[in-house]
């Protein structure tokens, strides 16, 4: 057998211990536990050495890499009796999961710290990580919904009992599960396995595990040691901080406005001296649309609208190409305590990126392109190298200000701009008036030396500046908030059936009812909810009249239905019960079941049109149209 990538995952109890692995491409499996008479470490430790390429797992730099070296780290335990081996095992466990509720800090508790250190024993990659889940604290399990997993399914006992020799066919089976998860995330997130495999090799880092801002963070590292003959030790607690910023000096001499209110209110800011926490908002409005000029970026403030292009109107947005790193280059913004110099090596990535671009060099332009644009962001995170927040708000305050003066230049011609976030505006552009927006539009390029990118749409349904359903005349659509469609793995699982219903009343003009009844996929009506440890959750059914109250796991998929069953959490502090669908009824659907009829599973699809209609009941508050 050659070596391969193998996913993997391990479970610790006070006596058992478990690995199981299985091939991400052929889908075999292998399976070592320790329990009773039984410790398979010394034939887990060669098959790893021998067959494993890669190990694959999901949180497992913080866990199950960590008992892994431990075990690899102590070989003594391949000959101890299986009680000695789960106990110091479960001990290592408990440690670990003690410090991480700690704070994280199993970087600093000295038990832990001697098996951290990558690529010791075995090279291995932690999804979680690589797909910043871990500062989000997305469990495996809240993905394993997202993928529309058919078992989702917790621990089957808690971590600190002892395992009965009938209980280990359950506990591996458990183990397994999650194994398919995590190899089917690995699945999907091939391409951005592959990019880190790539970057990493071409600049001899391991960003296997790296998000993609920690792939920023370890290549400018790389490249400024490059560029100054540092290392990381020497500047990496290095920081430019304020006691306060007059923000008069954040924004460029090149700002100007041509009416009094936009004049007022460029003063107004220019005379601000900013402290540390202090809030800074100012609204303005510009012809029809309000605009909240904050110290991240501008957002447009109106009332929900629907725009279609016509014989008499176009919808033409424009959004500025690269544009935190033009404002960073073009206003010479960087971290004062780096010197200029870090602009000179700034202004090269970005030279060479757009060099390997054209040229071909997809590798380097992708790689220099995840630097070039997470640059900005470490201006502002306090724990970075980067970190200098006057810098960055000369960038955004500068940035969202040319913004307003091309919002300001449209208006006073007749032109209506109905939306702007961060980076571009959306404008309603007469026919008649097409080449004077164009006009416009290469003014304050020249002027800005920044480049807008242009595209024209079909229909704007815009509840506000972060919902919103787009329609390009070239037939794509682009989506946001409650009109996304996609199922988002950072948010929370809730019946995606309610948005693809909205976009195809939008999109395609078909009636709410007809697209919800129409539908078959279970999973897309779907909840999910997980609670805090201070609740517990629990099943109400009636049976003969009588309420059968069945616990449950802390994680939950269930769809509303005309069945008999609510779903409660109850707070273990004073029993409080909190109805999780208020007002109706719900299945569990934590096991997959799979009916010849979808009828069967007694949908209630009067909850999932109401719910659709509330969301277009926003953009068109006095049509109670055909749903």
């Given at each position: 057998m050659k070596k391969g990538n193998w996913v993997y995952d391990v479970e610790c109890f006070p006596n058992f211990f478990s690995n199981t692995l299985i091939n991400l491409k052929t889908g075999e499996k292998q399976v070592f536990y320790v329990h009773g008479e039984v410790n398979q470490l010394e034939e887990m430790i060669d098959f790893i050495q021998h067959h494993v390429l890669w190990l694959i797992g999901y949180n497992s730099s913080k866990y199950d890499d960590i008992v892994l070296r431990f075990i690899m780290s102590n070989f003594y335990l391949v000959e101890a009796d299986s009680d000695r081996v789960t106990n110091e095992l479960y001990e290592l466990s408990k440690e670990i999961i003690g410090s991480q509720r700690g704070g994280n800090s199993i970087w600093r508790n000295p038990k832990i710290k001697p098996y951290l250190k990558e690529g010791k024993w075995f090279q291995s990659m932690d999804l979680m990580s690589m797909m910043y889940f871990d500062k989000m604290m997305i469990g495996l399990k809240k993905v394993a919904v997202a993928m529309k997993w058919p078992l989702i399914q917790d621990l089957p006992k808690p971590f600190d009992e002892p395992v009965t020799l009938e209980e280990v066919p359950a506990i591996l089976h458990y183990n397994e599960n999650d194994v398919l998860i995590t190899k089917q995330l690995a699945i999907e997130q091939k391409s951005e396995m592959k990019i880190r495999m790539d970057v990493g090799g071409l600049y001899g880092i391991n960003l296997m595990s790296a998000s993609r801002s920690s792939m920023a963070d370890k290549l400018m590292v790389k490249f400024w040691e490059e560029e100054t003959g540092q290392k990381f030790w020497d500047f990496r607690k290095d920081r430019t901080t304020y006691e306060s910023i007059n923000l008069g000096e954040c924004i460029s001499e090149k700002v100007q406005f041509r009416t009094p209110l936009l004049q007022k209110l460029l003063e107004d800011i220019k005379s601000t001296v900013w402290r540390d926490k202090d809030k800074f908002s100012h609204r303005v409005k510009v012809g029809n649309t309000a605009y909240d000029i904050l110290l991240g970026g501008i957002h447009s403030v109106k009332d929900p609208l629907i725009y279609e292009s016509s014989e008499e109107y176009d919808l033409k947005d424009v959004d500025v190409a690269s544009y935190y790193p033009n404002l960073m280059l073009n206003e010479g913004a960087f971290p004062a305590h780096l010197s200029e110099r870090f602009l000179d090596l700034y202004q090269r990535l970005v030279t060479q990126r757009l060099t390997a671009k054209r040229g071909g060099d997809k590798l380097t332009a992708d790689a220099l392109k995840i630097v070039v644009n997470a640059t900005y962001g470490k201006l502002n995170f306090e724990y970075g190298w980067l970190y200098d927040t006057k810098a960055c708000y000369r960038v955004t305050l500068t940035g969202q200000l040319y913004l307003l003066m091309l919002i300001e230049a449209l208006e006073l011609n007749g032109i209506e701009v109905f939306y702007a976030n961060t980076d571009g505006i959306t404008c309603k552009v007469s026919k008649d008036k097409t080449a004077k927006f164009e006009e416009i539009c290469d003014a304050w390029q020249k002027y800005t030396y920044l480049e807008l990118e242009g595209v024209d749409y079909k229909k704007c349904v815009i509840r506000d500046v972060n919902n919103f359903l787009i329609m390009t005349e070239g037939g794509d659509t682009k989506t946001k908030g409650c009109f996304v469609t996609e199922i988002d793995m950072t948010k929370g699982y809730n019946n995606?059936?309610?948005?693809?219903?909205?976009?195809?009343?939008?999109?395609?003009?078909?009636?709410?009812?007809?697209?919800?009844?129409?539908?078959?996929?279970?999973?897309?009506?779907?909840?999910?909810?997980?609670?805090?440890?201070?609740?517990?959750?629990?099943?109400?059914?009636?049976?003969?009249?009588?309420?059968?109250?069945?616990?449950?796991?802390?994680?939950?998929?269930?769809?509303?239905?005309?069945?008999?069953?609510?779903?409660?959490?109850?707070?273990?502090?004073?029993?409080?019960?909190?109805?999780?669908?208020?007002?109706?009824?719900?299945?569990?659907?934590?096991?997959?079941k799979e009916y010849e009829e979808f009828s069967d599973y007694n949908v209630n699809y009067d909850y999932y049109v109401h719910e659709a209609q509330k969301i277009v009941r926003t953009m068109e508050p006095t049509q109670l149209g055909l749903f």
């Open positions: 995606p059936v309610v948005p693809k219903a909205v976009y195809e009343y939008y999109v395609n003009g078909t009636p709410i009812r007809e697209t919800i009844e129409g539908h078959t996929d279970v999973y897309d009506f779907c909840k999910s909810q997980k609670v805090g440890w201070q609740y517990s959750q629990e099943y109400h059914t009636l049976v003969d009249s009588k309420l059968v109250v069945t616990p449950c796991q802390k994680t939950n998929r269930y769809y509303v239905s005309r069945g008999v069953g609510k779903l409660f959490k109850r707070k273990k502090s004073n029993n409080q019960l909190t109805d999780l669908v208020s007002g109706f009824n719900v299945t569990l659907l934590n096991e997959p």
